[in-house]
């Protein structure tokens, strides 16, 4: 796989509750990132900014798509739903939303909603990333 290709991926998940398990036991947030097919500003956000942060290491991030009704993923606690419950659950629903959260699924910043600053943006994700550092310590 080349840094290109990587880089305009984020892992998906079959278990919210292990990825969150795995990024908690790093002292990193969960960072979930709800997503549509064609959506150019997730394509920002994942080429310029998680994507990366994920290749150095930085964050232990994965996507979600907010339309995706048939797969079907491990909730927080355990169940299994499909990507689009969980953003009708957490209300997300513009894409990119960018969300950090604990092992229990509790938010630990200010969700990401959009670009609306483009020029901006990497100075409001690496706050809300501190913000939820802070919060697991």
Not at 39 to 67: E, F, K, N, S, T
Request: proline share 4%.
């Amino acid at each position: 796989m080349n840094t290109t290709t990587a880089i305009r991926s984020l892992p998906l998940t079959r278990s919210l509750r292990g990825s969150a398990q795995t990024a908690v036991s790093r002292g990193e947030p969960l960072v979930v990132m709800t997503t549509l097919a064609g959506c150019v500003y997730c394509d920002v956000v994942r080429q310029h900014h998680l994507g990366p942060m994920v290749q150095a290491g930085q964050v232990h991030a994965v996507q979600l798509d907010i339309q995706d009704r048939t797969g079907l993923i491990q909730d927080f606690s355990g169940q299994q739903v499909s990507p689009a419950e969980l953003a009708r659950r957490w209300k997300a629903r513009f894409a990119p939303t960018v969300l950090f959260f604990d092992a229990e699924g509790r938010e630990l910043a200010e969700r990401l909603v959009g670009v609306a600053v483009p020029d901006f943006y990497g100075e409001y994700l690496e706050a809300r990333l501190a913000q939820a550092r802070a919060r697991l310590r």
